[in-house]
């Protein structure tokens, strides 16, 4: 999708994502081949991006890729906006003391946006990286996120999630992961049982102000070749410790109080 109904402005911020999301330098005969906008239209946009340093554009290549302008407006987002700057202590820490990777993750409308990742003593190749977007109805992060919502931005973003069936473990429909979402309501934390990628398993809890408000989620993600369920299970005291410091710290912030709406991904 390259628009949201927002006129063209946000056609303009569809390409950026559509140009992030190829994650390597890319054509315009790629880009157009996967957007929903005229031949002309998509030119004259990416034309205006690169006038304006949000796009690259090297011509000995033929290719576009993001610009210096967006970095730096990446970087202040993610100082400003993003629990990275407060939490990275704490998932140092944490990632030394259970010697697993840790992940800390917030909503991006409904889907899960890794806002940072401190990697195991024995670093495991895996999907989620720093500025990626995943799914939330199969990952331990995006479940935990999913289950403290309160009802009304629930049932907006239920209808976001895919339910592709990533491997066997993967939750198939709204009611099965809606079922899961009580359970983890009830205990505080949640899993990822291999649902995403095969071997990777994790256990995840939500960071909420002392008021309920859903900030984020850490979780603490382990491969089947060296650990279990079990083991990552014992490890849930000390994550949420680490969330409520998380939590704690962010009080003093002003984090904005984002609405959980559709993105058009």
């Known amino acids: 999708m390259t628009g949201r109904g927002d006129g063209t402005v946000g056609k303009a911020l569809g390409v950026l994502d ?18 929903d ?9 990416l034309q205006t991006l690169t006038n304006q340093e949000m796009l690259i554009y090297e011509p000995d290549r033929g290719v576009y890729s993001p610009g210096i302008r967006l970095v730096r407006l990446a970087h202040a987002a993610w100082a400003q906006s993003s629990l990275a700057p407060i939490a990275r202590p704490h998932l140092e820490a944490l990632s030394r003391e259970v010697g697993e990777t840790v992940h800390l ?22 999907y989620s990286q720093s500025g990626k977007v995943g799914p939330a109805y199969c990952t331990g992060v995006g479940k935990a996120m999913l289950a403290h919502l309160p009802e ?18 993967t939750l198939a429909d ?18 990822d049982r291999e649902e995403h990628e095969p071997g990777i398993i994790c256990v995840a809890v939500p960071i909420l102000t002392p008021r309920g408000r859903l900030l984020g989620a850490l979780s603490v993600t382990g491969t ?12 849930v005291p000390r994550i949420k410790a680490a969330a409520k410091a998380i939590s704690e710290e962010a009080q003093h912030w ?11 991904r």
């Open 18 to 35: 559509q140009v992030a999301g190829f994650g390597r330098p890319v054509r315009f005969s790629e880009l157009l081949e996967a957007s």
């Open 37 to 45: 906008l005229p031949k002309a239209t998509l030119y004259r946009l």
């Open 105 to 126: 993750a917030q909503l991006d409308g409904g889907h899960v946006l890794y806002v940072d990742k401190r990697n195991a003593a024995e670093p495991v190749e895996m």
């Open 152 to 169: 009304p931005d629930l049932a907006r973003v239920l209808p976001q999630q895919s339910f592709h069936r990533f491997t066997g473990a």
């Open 174 to 191: 709204e009611d099965a992961l809606r079922s899961e979402l009580a359970e983890i309501r009830r205990h505080g934390y949640g899993f």
């Open 224 to 235: 089947t070749a060296r650990t279990r369920l079990a083991a990552l299970e014992g490890y």
């Open 254 to 264: 002003r984090f904005p109080d984002r609405p959980v709406e559709a993105k058009g």
